[in-house]
């Protein structure tokens, strides 16, 4: 029996600024999901949050890019949208880029992570949910999770995985994509997506002898690209994922283990800085300090038979991540006191696509050539 899992966020206004979600826009998504769900278009539903994108993850029969449940997230946005403006939220509708929906939410603005695939007696799942940073900020953990023996003990020790895994990567900036395997071309791998800001994990797949189907997901990350969308600056696609656990796949802890390192990503104040992602509870992810650190929030579900959202279980909530925290702290510190300075902005390429350009090109008729 084949479902399909969504997983469609937007930030449609901050409280203040960047911040939060508000609360009423999280009711009024709920209302529209409920009569969905009433109405059989879904099978379940959570309407969730990190710092100020609104996260709708559902269940339903009707396969990935469908244009009504893309049809059903977008309304949701947009009602949500209309709340937003009412309170004055700050960007009201930032993410909803285009004024009309023509079937499909990719390229509108939204973020997207969905899979289809064949339920599992049991079928543990985790949602992952970035605020303040891109895409390739999943690179190094799902790379982790599903390649790296000293992060998964399965790739070692399980016979049903041992084999490994596929990686599919996009090349954003040529749309085109390439399909590596692990282990045998793990250098290849990391040799793209170590160039995280170019090069994203789009999905994971099983290998030839796994006992799960070749052709259904095992891991999907969003990959949306909002400059090329907006063609200006207007905030970071920060981005989801979705991740199955368990039976000849990581294991829940497996799946979680690598955010016990705080990572580097870009995004931050402005999208234009590099820093630590922080492992937090749904209570915490509400960045402030200088508009940040990036967070991840980690939502743990059972799917049921009948295709319910189990959960969720708010998997950061341990005080084993702890340390990840602190971590992130005393990097955050760190990096701050560059203020301006690289690394902690991003490198001139990366600030194309924000205000800076138009910074530099004020100062242009200054330059003289030198002797
Ligand atoms: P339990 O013994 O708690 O079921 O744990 C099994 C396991 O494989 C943990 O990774
Ligand atoms: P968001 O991408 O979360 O909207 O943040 C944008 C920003 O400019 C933060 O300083
Ligand atoms: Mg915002
Ligand atoms: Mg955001
Ligand atoms: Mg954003």
């Known amino acids: 029996e084949k479902i399909t899992l969504s997983v469609i966020k937007a930030d449609i206004g901050g409280w203040p600024g960047h911040s939060r979600v508000h609360p009423q826009l999280i009711e009024t998504a709920e209302e529209i999901l409920s009569k969905a ?5 879904i099978m379940d539903f959570y309407v969730a949050y990190a710092g100020d994108d609104l996260q709708l993850i559902m ?8 244009p009504e449940i893309h049809g059903l997230a977008w309304d949701a946005f947009k009602a949500a949208t209309e709340v937003a403006k009412e309170l004055g ?5 930032q993410d909803l880029l285009k004024d009309a929906f023509s079937g499909n939410v990719r390229g509108l603005g939204p973020g997207v992570a969905e899979m289809e695939f064949t339920l599992r007696k049991s079928e543990p799942v985790v949602t992952f949910h970035m605020d303040k940073t891109e895409p390739g900020a999943f690179n190094l953990p799902i790379f982790r999770m599903f390649a790296d023996p000293f992060n998964t003990a399965g790739l070692v020790i399980d016979p049903k995985m041992h084999m490994g895994f596929r990686f599919e990567v996009w090349d954003i900036l040529k ?3 390439v399909i590596l395997n692990t282990p045998e071309e793990l250098y290849d791998l990391l040799a793209l997506i170590g160039a995280k800001s170019r090069y994203v994990i789009k999905r994971v797949y099983p290998k030839e002898g796994h006992p799960l189907p070749k052709d259904e997901p095992v891991a999907v990350v969003s990959t949306e690209k909002l400059y090329e969308v907006a063609g200006e600056y207007v905030g970071k696609d920060d981005p989801v994922a979705i991740v199955r656990a368990q039976s000849g796949l990581p294991a829940l802890g497996e799946v979680l283990e690598p955010f016990a390192f705080p990572h580097l990503v870009s995004g931050w104040m402005r999208g234009s800085h590099n ?3 922080m492992p937090v509870s749904m209570c915490d992810a509400n960045p402030t300090r200088f508009d940040g650190p990036p967070r991840v929030v980690a939502l743990g579900w059972q799917i049921s038979p009948k295709g319910e959202l189990v959960g969720p279980v708010d998997l950061f909530d341990d005080p084993a991540f702890e340390y990840a925290r602190q971590k ?3 990097i955050t510190e760190y990096m701050r006191r560059h203020g301006p300075f690289e690394p902690h902005r991003l490198p001139l390429e990366e600030m194309e696509y924000t205000t800076l350009p138009g910074v530099l090109k004020r100062l242009e008729e200054r330059f003289e050539d030198i002797e």
């Open 175 to 177: 749309h085109k994509r």
């Open 328 to 330: 992130a702290l005393e």
């Open 59 to 66: 269940t339903h029969k009707k396969g990935v890019d469908s």
């Open 89 to 93: 939220l700050y960007g009201a509708g």
């Open 37 to 41: 769900k009433e109405e059989g278009t």
């Open 275 to 277: 820093g630590p992602i």
